[in-house]
């Protein structure tokens, strides 16, 4: 089935728990599957995702009261380096990248991930996310300027 990849990435980075995030993009692709008559073209790609979106964002506010979100830890993925330095370089890297992501307000997370991590459009993102194009620009243009921020204040508490 295409988009399952892009459908779980989204539902890791909104609810940052990888567990919850298998089980909430299945839970997207079967409501997917089941309203698929509902669908009049466009987009499927932007369609399921949107999908995937409305879950994971009914799923945080129905434990939002009960527990706080499950901090995101993500494993190390990727091919082997060739030294452990470089290994330990690119895990570091990685980390602060995923922190600063994770310091994110979900609604800047959530433009940033669709437009970096899975290549989506504006219109598309505008699509998922309900927002005008323009909302869309404007939020991946703060979105990019807090996570450079804060990339920027991570570094100069490691710098000498």
């Known amino acids: 089935m295409p988009y399952v990849d892009s459908a ?7 609810v940052r728990s990888d567990a919850e995030a298998e ?3 299945q839970e997207a692709i079967l409501r997917a599957y089941r309203f698929f008559g509902g669908f009049r073209g466009g987009d499927p790609r932007a369609w399921l995702l949107k999908i995937v979106r409305n879950t994971c964002y009914s799923w945080l506010e129905s434990v939002r009261g009960a527990r706080d979100a499950t901090e995101f830890d993500e494993q190390v993925h990727g091919v082997a380096e060739v030294t452990p330095e470089s290994l330990a ?8 990248l995923t922190r600063a992501l994770d310091g994110l307000p979900p609604r ?3 433009v940033l991930v669709l437009r970096e991590l899975e290549g989506c459009s504006y219109k598309e993102i505008a699509e998922v996310a309900g927002i005008p ?3 869309v620009m404007s939020s991946l243009s703060r979105a990019r300027r807090r996570l450079e921020l804060s990339l920027g204040a991570d570094e100069r508490k ?3």
């Open 158 to 160: 490691v710098s000498p």
């Open 133 to 135: 194009i323009g909302t």
């Open 23 to 25: 089980d909430l993009a």
């Open 89 to 96: 370089i690119a895990g570091a890297d990685r980390e602060r």
């Open 108 to 110: 800047l997370r959530e």
């Open 8 to 14: 779980h990435n989204l539902a890791r980075w909104l």
